[in-house]
């Protein structure tokens, strides 16, 4: 979501296979260090009270577009507006830095179906560093699989804003720099940009690790008031992987949510429209405290547990064993380990078919204890999926 070079359009999968695919590209991440640096330059110019006013504008502005445009509009179609509308929520977005809106909005997709799985893009089960930046840095998801994003891949001018998308932060660049000099420049656009992009990695990284969980969803999203915060509402992302659909993140009244205010003004000017809210007879449902088996991360400390029993199965099975009395022994039948022997290798398989069938049978259990009032049957579209975008 960050890189200040445009990136390239295609239906390239990502490399699922090739472990060298995850080491971070140096070369393409130097404008991405070097936009970190650049604030430092601050400590040696003039910096005015409007420099800093600049900065915290344009970090609400942009968020906006991040979350309103490229997350809810994007990626889940939780409202509907015109196609300019639609083009100018898309500009605004590029002015994040974050790359195209069919780029980020593509992976994002990807994030939900298959989120705290082997092919999610930022799992935290990868460790910290991966799901808030690393992932972004490495070689693997530089292209755009338009696969996922054919809906909006068929529009012209968002291939065209796609292939072309460092011109809105050039733009937002030289205004800055015009309106405040060097101060403008390095504390308005530069800090501005760097704050919005660890704002909107927090999203992927911290809200998965801190927070409470509300519904038992089957991944280890979690509520964050302080995610929320500095996201501009985004921190209520267990309610989110909940019911992604929902325009709405922030369920409750006191859970802050500043992008649904900004969409319900848009709407109540006719900018957009049938924003999508969540179904009240869906938000006491599949709840934790109600006794919802927490799918999710009882497969998170399985599989944590299950790697690590199994990496210590696997180096006791490479160790040979010391030579036993049957060596001495000529009559002895002849045995399957020895000193160039090591353990056997059935308790991988073994270990493997138990996660298998505990992980089956807390699917199974995780249905059966999800609330659902008598009679009520929940839509697909209602229980966060979409025409377009996946769970």
């Given at each position: ?50 420099d800093w006013v600049l900065c915290a ?277 002849p045995s399957a380990f020895g000193p ?52």
């Open positions: 979501m960050t890189a200040t070079t445009p990136v390239p359009t295609g239906t390239s999968q990502p490399d699922a296979v090739d472990g060298s695919a995850d080491r971070t590209d140096w070369v393409s991440s130097i404008p991405f260090i070097g936009v970190h640096l650049a604030p430092l330059a601050a400590l040696f110019v003039v910096v005015t009270w409007q504008l344009l970090y609400l502005t942009r968020m906006f577009f991040i979350t309103a445009g490229y997350h809810r509009y994007f990626s889940h179609r939780s409202y509907r507006m015109g196609r300019v509308a639609q083009f100018v929520m898309a500009f605004g977005g590029t002015t994040a830095v974050q790359k195209g809106p069919l780029w980020w909005a593509s992976h994002h997709r990807l994030h939900h179906r298959y989120t705290d799985l082997d092919d999610d893009v930022h799992s935290p089960r990868d460790g910290f560093w991966w799901s808030h930046v690393g992932w972004i840095l490495s070689t693997r998801y530089k292209a755009t699989d338009l696969s996922t994003i054919k809906d909006f891949a068929s529009y012209p001018e968002l291939r065209l804003l796609e292939r072309h998308s460092w011109i809105g932060p050039w733009l937002v660049a030289i205004a800055c720099f015009l309106l405040g000099g060097w101060g403008g420049l390095l504390i308005g656009f530069f800090l501005s940009t760097v704050l919005l992009w660890h704002g909107t990695f927090l999203v992927n990284s911290m809200a998965h690790l801190i927070g409470r969980r509300r519904y038992a969803t089957p991944d280890t999203s979690r509520n964050s008031m302080l995610v929320a915060l500095f996201t501009g509402g985004e921190g209520w992302h267990n309610n989110h992987h909940y019911l992604p659909a929902s325009a709405r993140q922030g369920f409750r009244w006191w859970e802050l949510d500043p992008t649904w205010y900004g969409l319900k003004a848009l709407a109540a000017v006719h900018v957009v429209r049938d924003l999508k809210a969540p179904p009240a007879r869906l938000l006491d449902q599949a709840r934790v405290r109600d006794g919802a088996f927490d799918i999710g991360m009882f497969r998170s400390y399985w599989e944590r547990a299950a790697k690590v029993t199994g990496e210590r199965i696997a180096d006791l099975s490479a160790r040979p064993l010391a030579p036993s009395s049957e060596a001495s022994d000529p009559g002895a039948p160039d022997k090591g353990l056997p290798v059935e308790p991988l398989s073994h270990l493997s078919g138990l996660i298998s069938r505990v992980l089956e049978s807390a699917d199974q259990l995780a249905d059966t204890t999800r609330r659902t009032r008598k009679g009520a049957k929940v839509p697909k579209a209602e229980s966060g999926a979409t025409d377009t975008a996946p769970e």
